[in-house]
């Protein structure tokens, strides 16, 4: 079964507000992901955040990360309407639990962001 | 463009048949990975390759096989396909075999008919 679930499944905003998804996983990670995908096509690579880390920046992204309780966040600032995709969080197993980094996937959050 | 690539895009074939997808890493990557996305089961991790040698193995169906050549290039072959075997796979690449960054191609979408 995968490891991450996000929530919310589906968000729907207005251009130039601010859109959260979560995310959680199960095990010790490596690392956290995120990817975005526009129907269908391949994943983008937009962050990854390590176990040691607790937020991250880049761009109009912020991704946190609390090991505590084995969840993420990403939160996409001023969103536009070019930023409706889904959204998957994959989180890196811990090479110690012999996950040699395979990334295990949620089920992704679909964002729409209306003009 | 993550500069993995996959050939086909698209392919079509009936049950029963043997396909091979092809993947590209990025150039310096020796970390491949092979991923299957489908509408019931998700993105699900297949197997790893790393220099040549296969690192780990996930959700991979006996009927399917992979291998790295010495030029760092992967074939996925998959036989006696099945309906259910209709897909996106996906191929990505990384550096390091075991913390990176992976970086994804855009995908071969396979339709079993």
């Known amino acids: 079964s995968q490891q991450g679930e996000e929530d919310p499944q589906a968000l729907s905003i207005q251009e130039g507000e601010n859109a959260t998804m979560n995310c959680s996983y199960k095990t010790s990670i490596n690392n956290l992901q995120w990817y975005r995908q526009n129907s269908g096509r391949g994943l983008v690579h937009l962050i990854l955040i390590r176990s040691n880390e607790r937020e991250k920046h880049s761009g109009r992204l912020r991704v946190t990360l609390d090991t505590s309780k084995k969840s993420s966040s990403l939160l996409i600032t001023a969103s536009r309407a070019a930023d409706t995709a889904s959204y998957f969080c994959?989180?890196?197993?811990?090479?110690?639990?012999?996950?040699?980094?395979?990334?295990?996937f949620g089920a992704g959050t679909r964002l729409a962001v209306h003009p | 463009d993550s500069g993995v690539t996959q050939t086909p895009k698209h392919l079509i074939t009936a049950t029963g048949q043997r396909v091979t997808l092809r993947c590209s890493p990025r150039?310096?990557?020796?970390?491949v990975y092979w991923y299957q996305q489908s509408l019931d089961q998700g993105l699900q991790f297949l197997i790893q390759y790393y220099n040549g040698e296969e690192r780990a193995k996930g959700n991979i169906l006996e009927r399917f096989s992979a291998q790295q050549f010495p030029d760092l290039h992967s074939e996925l072959n998959l036989s006696s396909l099945e309906l259910g075997d209709s897909a996106l796979y996906f191929c990505a690449s990384s550096a390091n075999p075991d913390t990176d960054t992976q970086y994804f191609g855009p995908g071969t979408r396979l339709t079993v008919l």
């Open positions: 150039s310096g990557d020796l970390s």
């Open positions: 994959a989180s890196g197993a811990n090479l110690f639990s012999g996950g040699y980094n395979k990334l295990i």
